[in-house]
């Protein structure tokens, strides 16, 4: 099975997945239910998912707020060629992921910017001492080549389920008609 293999889902297995991206902690007892099939098919649905890799991990969707987090900062890097005669593409995305406040670390195909990557802060004087610091102890690694700040009361959606719904949906024709026209938009 390579990395890039794309799987066909069967309803259940779309079910199933379904409400483990809506409720992670949810029991394989409760979706039979729901489903009206038995614990054991759910079981075996979802061990099934995490042998193919459908499902890698379940992981809690944190409020940022309440650990202490105010400020969201992305900033697109250079890797210079320093680094890349050094080391290979997995030992710098590793020490990368090493950046203290780093929760997100995305490689960028682009010639002018290799990596995205997104801090969490708990305001903006956080981010100012920390951004000194990363331009004088990084100069020679990498090149900032911009960066933006914002609170996290203004992050709108951080769920997964969207993108499930359109992907796996009934509708293969989502991308034809799935766009809305603002001008006569009405919810």
Known sequence: MRETDIFKLTANQKKV??????E??????????????SQQAVFKIREHLEDIGVI????????????????????GIEVKSKLWNQFKETEINNKLLQLPMLFELYR???????HI??????DIDQVEKFMKKMKSSYSEEFE?????????????????????????????????????????YKP
């Open 117 to 122: 990557m997104v801090f969490g802060f708990k």
């Open 56 to 75: 890698e991990g379940y992981a809690p969707l944190i409020n940022f707020e309440k650990i202490g987090i105010h400020v969201l900062h992305f900033m």
């Open 144 to 184: 900032i080549k911009w960066q933006y700040s914002f609170s996290v009361k203004n992050i709108i959606s951080q769920s997964p389920l969207k993108l499930f719904y359109d992907q796996l949906g009934k509708d293969s024709q989502i991308l034809e008609k799935g766009f809305i026209k603002f001008d006569n």
């Open 24 to 37: 992670g902690r949810i029991s394989d007892t409760k979706i039979s239910k729901e489903m009206n099939i």
């Open 108 to 114: 960028v195909p682009l010639s002018k910017i290799t």
């Open 17 to 22: 997945l379904h409400r483990i991206i809506q």
